[in-house]
């Protein structure tokens, strides 16, 4: 959590003058956390629920997840370009905790 806090200060102070890119980024990480929401919904309603709500729990994520997709297609290059490196990091960092059996858990640090 420090270092998410120092990382975020040090790119506010060094991205002055990109803000356009900032709200960018923001966007871009907001866009895809809810994408990814939609993909949980799904997994977790259909594939280990089995739920028959289908249009709530199966139509609804994937046609959202369409208009998301379609919105962070539009996004600055620059931004997807970052904001994938940054997701990225971050499957590398939760493989490695699950790899080394350490939870993924947030720390009271």
């Given at each position: 959590m420090i270092f998410?806090?120092?990382l975020s200060i040090g790119v506010g102070i060094l991205g002055v003058e990109q803000?356009?890119?900032?709200?960018?980024?923001v966007t871009f990480g907001a866009l895809t956390?809810?994408?990814?929401l939609n993909v949980a919904v799904v997994n977790h309603f259909m594939v280990r629920g089995k739920s028959r709500r289908f249009?709530?729990?199966?139509?609804s994520p994937i046609v959202g997840t369409g208009i998301l997709l379609?919105?962070?297609?539009?996004?600055?290059?620059?931004?997807?370009?970052l904001g994938i490196c940054w997701l990225a990091?971050?499957?590398?960092?939760?493989?490695y905790f699950?790899?080394?059996?350490?939870?993924?858990?947030?720390?009271?640090l």
């Open positions: 998410i806090a120092a803000a356009g890119l900032l709200i960018t980024l956390a809810y994408i990814l249009f709530l729990h199966l139509v379609f919105a962070l297609w539009s996004a600055n290059p620059h931004a997807k370009i990091v971050g499957l590398v960092v939760a493989a699950k790899a080394s059996g350490r939870s993924m858990e947030q720390s009271d």
